[in-house]
């Protein structure tokens, strides 16, 4: 009789890490896009996935700022369901399909970390910060207007391993100009059992699908980005050799669903 | 060998090596937990109107502050979502300088002047207490969140517009302390003068000196000096406010006994002052 979409499943089934889906998302977004070593994108790319070649080494690095509901008004509960993320997504072709894969995302907050890897994110835990838009100006206000400036920055255990800052140039009609491609995770869940550790319970390619998803405010202009080198971090190897735009807005959709490309395991 | 600890005289040229506006002191001026005012700030408001019992308000008054007779336990719950810059692009570091608050203001009379009195004040950075406690605001820490609107539409977005409700919590070590929620109702030009009393704080140092704990240093009544006031996007609507008991504070002595309206607004403004009303000696 225990009930709940995710552990810990519990009696009433209000103990679960995160409810269950749909799940509505509104956020503000502050990124860059740049260009890295096109075998560091390559040698992050899994089974099914090969570089683009026309965009190899291309990257988007994403800072956001969060807000979660399901069906309780879980917006009311800012301290359970506010949360900030970082990531980076790197340009990739599945079949014939444009799509950008996610090989790094950093959360934090443990019901958007199960929401991740149920979805396929490889979420882990980060402190991620950016600077914010207030409606009454002043000097503190990060308006958005020509020449305002964001800052985001994402740390893990005390250690900072990514960094941003971003000057608006103009308002972009057009969101895709960032955001224009479908994202590809994979799922992936490991066995204990002595023998099939390397045999994976779940390890599946995956369609991200977002109903109703909005941009809106986009602006883009110049970015500057640092990924510095931490001990048992991998992010350095995405470090920017040159840097393209970069890029603020909010964003909103609905996940109730995922699409499987391709399950390694049937 | 060495001595554990060595004297060196002070002289002039000692003095001035160390820079900063409050300790920790350092020899470039960069480590101290505030940097030197005018400091510019922007937040988004919560503030819900409620009535605590007038004996609670009086008792926390400090000397030189009468109870507002007409007030009748006027009080006032305020969650802000704040971000922060002074002289050097503290803004574009946000894990440092944006940071979130809770406090509450009491009415109170300072001589014929009404004004607003501050007893209790959270918030969650270390930046945030040390200005607030150069102020007077007897600021400690504690987990502060609210509910944020954001442009694009969706079920989690809380657009500022009719019927939506935002909700704000404060925690201090992890039991919860306060809880607020404001649903909007309709847009205002301006907030009401029972939002906007001046606000009055007591400027508190202690000494440590054997014998001398109870002569502080500091203790000033002071008025807060507001520059470049600005608010935006004023909305009034119904308000609810919780004051939980809690082990280590007295917040809950000044439970709400009715709840009036509830605003959501946000604001700005510049410190670079305050007006000193009462020495109130040590």
Same mark, same amino acid.
């Given at each position: 009789?225990? #009930?709940?979409?995710?552990?810990?499943?519990?009696?009433?089934?209000?103990?679960?890490?995160?409810?269950?889906?749909?799940? &509505?998302?509104?956020?503000?977004?502050?990124?860059?896009?740049?260009?890295?070593?096109?075998?560091?994108?390559?040698?992050?790319?899994?089974?099914?996935?090969?570089?683009?070649? #026309?965009?190899?080494? &291309?990257?988007?690095?994403?800072?956001?700022?969060?807000?979660?509901?399901?069906?309780?008004?879980?917006?009311?509960?800012?301290?359970?369901?506010?949360?900030?993320?970082?990531?980076?997504?790197?340009?990739?072709?599945?079949?014939?399909?444009?799509?950008?894969?996610?090989?790094?995302?950093?959360?934090?907050?443990?019901?958007?970390?199960?929401?991740?890897?149920?979805?396929?994110?490889? #979420?882990?835990? @980060?402190?991620?910060?950016?600077?914010?838009?207030?409606?009454?100006?002043?000097?503190?206000?990060?308006?958005? +207007?020509?020449?305002?400036?964001?800052?985001?920055?994402?740390?893990? &255990?005390?250690?900072? !391993?990514?960094?941003?800052?971003?000057?608006?140039?103009?308002?972009?009609?057009?969101?895709?100009?960032?955001? @224009?491609?479908?994202?590809?995770?994979?799922?992936?869940?490991?066995?204990?059992?002595?023998?099939?550790?390397?045999?994976?319970?779940?390890?599946?390619?995956?369609?991200?699908?977002?109903?109703?998803?909005?941009?809106?405010?986009?602006?883009?202009?110049?970015?500057?980005?640092?990924?510095?080198?931490?001990?048992?971090?991998?992010? &350095?190897? !995405?470090?920017?050799?040159?840097?393209? #735009? @970069?890029? +603020?807005?909010?964003?909103?959709?609905?996940?109730?669903?995922?699409?499987?490309?391709?399950?390694?395991?049937? | 060998?060495?001595?554990?600890?060595?004297?060196?005289?002070?002289?002039?040229?000692?003095?001035?090596?160390?820079?900063?506006? /409050?300790?920790?002191?350092? $020899?470039?001026?960069?480590?101290? *937990?505030?940097? /030197?005012?005018?400091?510019?700030?922007?937040?988004?408001?919560?503030? *819900?109107?409620?009535?605590?019992?007038?004996? =609670?308000?009086?008792?926390?008054?400090?000397?030189?502050?009468?109870?507002?007779?007409?007030?009748?336990?006027?009080?006032?719950?305020?969650?802000?979502?704040?971000?922060?810059?002074?002289?050097?692009?503290?803004?574009?570091?946000?894990?440092?300088?944006?940071?979130?608050?809770?406090?509450?203001?009491?009415?109170?009379?300072?001589?014929? /002047?009404?004004?607003?009195?501050?007893?209790?004040?959270?918030?969650?950075?270390?930046? =945030?207490?040390?200005?607030?406690?150069?102020?007077?605001?007897?600021?400690?820490? =504690?987990?502060?969140?609210?509910?944020?609107?954001?442009?694009?539409?969706?079920?989690?977005?809380?657009?500022?517009?009719?019927?939506?409700?935002?909700?704000?919590?404060?925690?201090?070590?992890?039991?919860?302390?306060?809880?607020?929620?404001?649903?909007?109702?309709?847009?205002?030009?301006?907030?009401?003068?029972?939002?906007?009393?001046?606000?009055?704080?007591?400027?508190?140092? $202690?000494?440590?000196?054997?014998?001398?704990?109870?002569?502080?240093?500091?203790?000033?009544?002071?008025?807060?000096?507001?520059?470049?006031?600005?608010?935006?996007?004023?909305?009034?609507?119904?308000?609810?406010?919780?004051?939980?008991?809690? =082990?280590?504070?007295?917040?809950?002595?000044?439970? $709400?006994?009715?709840?009036?309206?509830?605003?959501?607004?946000?604001?700005?403004?510049?410190?670079?002052?305050?007006?000193?009303?009462?020495?109130?000696?040590?």
């Amino acid at each position: 009789m225990l #009930k709940g979409y995710t552990l810990p499943r519990s009696p009433l089934g209000k103990a679960a890490a995160t409810p269950a889906p749909p799940w &509505h998302y509104s956020s503000d977004i502050v990124g860059a896009e740049y260009w890295t070593d096109p075998a560091a994108t390559a040698a992050l790319l899994p089974d099914g996935l090969s570089p683009d070649p #026309k965009t190899n080494g &291309h990257v988007t690095a994403v800072f956001l700022d969060w807000q979660f509901t399901s069906q309780n008004e879980e917006l009311l509960d800012p301290a359970r369901y506010q949360y900030r993320e970082a990531f980076v997504l790197i340009d990739a072709v599945w079949r014939e399909t444009p799509i950008v894969f996610c090989p790094y995302i950093y959360v934090d907050n443990d019901a958007a970390m199960a929401r991740g890897w149920t979805q396929g994110f490889p #979420k882990r835990l @980060g402190s991620v910060f950016q600077t914010r838009s207030f409606a009454a100006p002043g000097l503190a206000a990060g308006q958005l +207007r020509p020449g305002s400036r964001f800052g985001a920055s994402l740390s893990a &255990h005390g250690e900072r !391993l990514m960094e941003t800052r971003i000057t608006l140039h103009q308002a972009e009609p057009d969101p895709r100009v960032i955001f @224009g491609r479908p994202t590809v995770n994979l799922r992936y869940f490991p066995r204990l059992a002595a023998g099939q550790q390397d045999r994976p319970a779940v390890n599946e390619l995956v369609l991200s699908i977002t109903d109703n998803l909005t941009i809106v405010d986009m602006w883009t202009g110049e970015a500057d980005l640092l990924i510095p080198e931490i001990e048992d971090e991998e992010l &350095h190897a !995405l470090s920017p050799m040159s840097m393209g #735009k @970069g890029f +603020r807005c909010s964003m909103a959709y609905s996940v109730t669903d995922l699409r499987t490309l391709e399950d390694f395991q049937a | 060998m060495m001595p554990l600890v060595t004297w060196t005289d002070s002289t002039e040229e000692d003095q001035g090596m160390l820079k900063g506006y /409050t300790l920790p002191l350092s $020899p470039e001026g960069e480590a101290n *937990i505030v940097p /030197t005012p005018p400091w510019h700030y922007s937040g988004d408001v919560l503030a *819900i109107e409620f009535w605590t019992d007038p004996q =609670a308000a009086a008792a926390c008054l400090p000397p030189g502050l009468k109870a507002d007779q007409c007030a009748d336990g006027h009080a006032l719950g305020l969650f802000v979502d704040w971000q922060f810059t002074a002289q050097d692009d503290e803004f574009l570091d946000p894990a440092k300088y944006q940071y979130r608050e809770f406090y509450v203001l009491v009415d109170a009379v300072w001589r014929d /002047t009404p004004v607003a009195w501050c007893p209790y004040i959270y918030v969650d950075n270390d930046a =945030a207490m040390g200005r607030g406690w150069i102020q007077g605001y007897p600021k400690k820490l =504690a987990s502060v969140f609210q509910t944020r609107s954001f442009a694009a539409a969706s079920p989690a977005a809380a657009p500022i517009a009719a019927g939506t409700t935002f909700a704000g919590s404060m925690s201090v070590h992890g039991r919860r302390a306060a809880a607020g929620r404001v649903t909007l109702r309709e847009q205002v030009p301006e907030l009401p003068a029972a939002l906007l009393r001046p606000t009055v704080n007591r400027r508190y140092f $202690p000494r440590l000196t054997a014998g001398q704990h109870d002569q502080p240093s500091v203790n000033e009544l002071t008025m807060v000096v507001n520059d470049d006031f600005k608010f935006a996007n004023c909305w009034v609507g119904e308000g609810k406010i919780a004051l939980p008991k809690t =082990a280590g504070e007295e917040l809950d002595a000044l439970a $709400p006994m009715r709840v009036g309206s509830g605003y959501r607004f946000s604001m700005s403004c510049t410190i670079k002052d305050l007006k000193i009303l009462d020495g109130l000696g040590s």
